[in-house]
């Protein structure tokens, strides 16, 4: 069975950081692109960041930019987003995912080019 299981999330205060990390089991991820995903209550959930699967190549949302850092280990299957200077609108569950493709060669946003899901990780960023 695959899982892809996300840890790391908490409460912090604005311009504090936290480390998600997602790891995933049931299947090696190692060609498919993996990605960040966020919820907050009432809205869509929407991309954050994406990494390719070799070279590292990685596409950020513009609210993500210069601020939150995704990164991988496909030794340990499990992918990471380092979030800093962390701001209340940061506030929302975020999930990880990996692409129901293997080695596609642009980092897709579309929730629909994501087969596999965790269950997501609270992040609570007070003001």
């Known amino acids: 069975q695959v899982q892809l299981a996300e840890s790391g999330g908490g409460l912090v205060q604005a311009g504090g950081s936290l480390r998600l990390s997602c790891a995933a089991s049931?299947?090696?991820?190692?060609?498919?692109?993996m990605a960040w995903f966020c919820q907050a209550p009432g809205k869509e959930r929407a991309f954050v960041a994406g990494?390719?699967?070799?070279?590292?190549?990685?596409y950020y949302a513009d609210s993500a930019k210069g601020r939150f850092t995704i990164s991988r280990d496909n030794a340990k299957n499990t992918v990471y987003l380092q979030m800093n200077s962390l701001k209340a609108e940061d506030t929302a569950v975020y999930y990880c995912?990996?692409?129901?493709?293997?080695?596609?060669?642009?980092?897709?946003?579309?929730?629909?080019?994501?087969?596999?899901w965790g269950q997501g990780t609270q992040v609570s960023v007070s003001s």
């Open positions: 995912a990996a692409d129901r493709r293997s080695q596609r060669i642009v980092v897709v946003t579309t929730i629909d080019e994501y087969g596999y």
């Open positions: 049931g299947r090696t991820f190692s060609s498919h692109i």
């Open positions: 990494i390719r699967w070799r070279g590292g190549n990685t």
